[in-house]
């Protein structure tokens, strides 16, 4: 299932200028990347490029470790996924410091496995707590870990500890791009700062439009109140001050029980199967063609999305020939405005439950 986390919004024709750095070296570059003949030539010339620029500009040593460690680690995570893309992921954040014993450890270990059951793998921290039970509930086949090096000791659970699926990262910043770009579906459980962190996280890229809109569930325990008290942070200090807008709670769906979660999930995938841009054209897959009274509501209840014209229900745009797997799903075609992500969330929920040709 290959795929752009940013839905195709950093896909920019590459140009030679783009990565020169004098004519001598060009031409060596061109010939050590076409020796070792790689698939992507151009953005490999263009690393390779980067990497020179980097040695002229002089950066001190600690720039220079803080790049390469950090390139390092996205190469190495980016490999341990690479065989597994054809699978659907849910990432599940939550307290590392959540006991066995908690209510919310079982509906944690519980949700696992009933993802597992529908064909999804599933992605944590590698932790304990609620990491270390989601992953007890998918088993080690189909769990990954992204476990981040901390001053004090922090070892992996028992499920992950040992499996090529547990990578070990050294910086937040790219263990949350992992988490981000490798990931169909959020399931957040009640944590402290860092399960705040990636929550704030992951709705802000989707708010602004730097990642793909995926469903983001939140959960707790049976009768709990978390993100209920969370809820009302949101709405009598954020949206009241206009800090966000009302259609920015779409991104997510507080649920009370594992079997609502899951249900989530797998709706927002019943038709609609991912966004691509092209140009300033946003084209939606979707895995059935809809109905002529689908699309007539469609136009109706989303007109204010959009820049120019109508949404209109065609075939691939030769600019997605690059995702032969998906080539021949029908497409939603529209010219949005670039403003409001939360009614992106909201036409797609629309177009899951609209009546199909």
């Given at each position: ?39 992507s030539p151009e953005l490999i010339e263009e690393m390779i490029v980067t990497a020179l620029k980097i040695a002229r500009d002089q950066l001190s040593v600690a720039d220079l470790k803080l790049i390469n460690r950090s390139v390092k680690e996205m190469r190495y995570a980016a490999k341990v996924f690479a065989p597994f893309q054809r699978f659907r992921k849910v990432a599940v954040f939550g307290s590392a410091r959540t006991l066995p014993s908690a209510p919310e450890f079982k509906v944690a270990e519980d949700f696992g496995r009933e993802m ?242």
């Amino acid at each position: 299932m290959k795929k752009d986390f940013t839905g195709g919004t950093i896909r920019d024709p590459l140009t030679r200028r783009q990565w020169t750095v004098a004519a001598p070296f060009d031409a060596r570059v061109r010939e050590l990347v076409h020796d070792w003949s790689p698939s992507s030539p151009e953005l490999i010339e263009e690393m390779i490029v980067t990497a020179l620029k980097i040695a002229r500009d002089q950066l001190s040593v600690a720039d220079l470790k803080l790049i390469n460690r950090s390139v390092k680690e996205m190469r190495y995570a980016a490999k341990v996924f690479a065989p597994f893309q054809r699978f659907r992921k849910v990432a599940v954040f939550g307290s590392a410091r959540t006991l066995p014993s908690a209510p919310e450890f079982k509906v944690a270990e519980d949700f696992g496995r009933e993802m597992v059951a529908h064909n999804y793998m599933v992605i944590t921290g590698g932790g304990d707590g609620i990491m270390g039970a989601a992953q007890r509930g998918a088993g080690r086949k189909n769990s990954f870990g992204l476990n981040i090096r901390l001053p004090f000791e922090q070892r992996a659970n028992e499920t992950i500890e040992g499996d090529p699926k547990l990578i070990n990262l050294n910086y937040f910043f790219t263990r949350k791009l992992n988490f981000v770009k490798e990931t169909h579906a959020f399931a957040l459980f009640p944590g402290g700062f860092g399960t705040l962190d990636e929550t704030f996280e992951v709705l802000t890229l989707m708010q602004t439009g730097k990642s793909r809109v995926i469903p983001v569930v939140l959960l707790d325990r049976p009768d709990g109140i978390y993100w209920e008290t969370w809820m009302k942070f949101l709405t009598q200090r954020l949206l009241r001050l206009d800090f966000i807008s009302k259609e920015d709670f779409s991104f997510f769906k507080i649920v009370h029980n594992v079997r609502e979660a899951v249900r989530e999930i797998l709706q927002f995938y019943k038709i609609y199967h991912s966004a691509r841009w092209v140009g300033k054209k946003l084209v939606i897959r979707i895995s059935h063609p809809l109905s002529k009274k689908g699309m007539a509501d469609l136009n109706e209840r989303f007109s204010d999305m959009l820049r120019t014209g109508e949404i209109v229900q065609g075939v691939a745009l030769r600019q997605e020939k690059d995702e032969p797997e998906i080539w021949d799903l029908p497409r939603l075609i529209l010219t949005p405005n670039r403003r409001s992500f939360g009614r992106f969330r909201q036409l797609i929920d629309s177009v899951n439950s609209s009546p199909i040709r």
